[in-house]
């Protein structure tokens, strides 16, 4: 992983993933890695765009599951729910694909950072939001300064590293 300073905006330090899934051997760890934090495993997993889809459509397969990308505003022809959230450099806009989601589903979400917690927790109210529960959260590293965690106190989630 590779620190990139001051993208996407001056004072923002950003955690490129890339060379990690770049590398054979790294990403199949990687993945191998998150598929083993969804303990009890999932009905389906939710992948948060962008690097979260690679990485939930790769834990979904391995966990033999399916994945529902979860996208940012005006990406889908059909929206079941969308909502509204801050980011730490800005606001963004989450929707659910219409039709994927059973009510009841226990649903993994995936993503690669958890960082003010707001993209997370807005993936998190989707979920619940179809009548479906969460049943963990799973990313790749998580900024602890920034506090993320605290937004999400009583679900389970799991950070492969801590920066």
Known sequence: MREVPDFPQPGVL?????PVLADPAALRVLVDALAATADPVPDVVLALEARGFLL???VAYSLGLGVVPVRKAGKLP????????ALEYGTATFELP???LRPGQ????VDDVLATGGTVEAACE??????????????V????????????VGRKV?????V
């Open 106 to 109: 226990r649903v993994l979400v």
């Open 126 to 139: 989707l979920v619940e939001r179809a009548g479906c529960s969460v049943s963990g959260v799973s990313v």
């Open 14 to 18: 950003f955690r490129d993933i890339n």
């Open 78 to 85: 059909e929206v079941a729910h969308r909502v509204d959230y």
């Open 56 to 58: 939930g459509a790769a």
């Open 98 to 100: 219409a039709g994927v």
């Open 158 to 162: 799991s950070a492969l590293l801590g």
């Open 141 to 152: 590293f998580e900024i602890g300064a920034l506090g993320g965690r605290e937004r999400l």
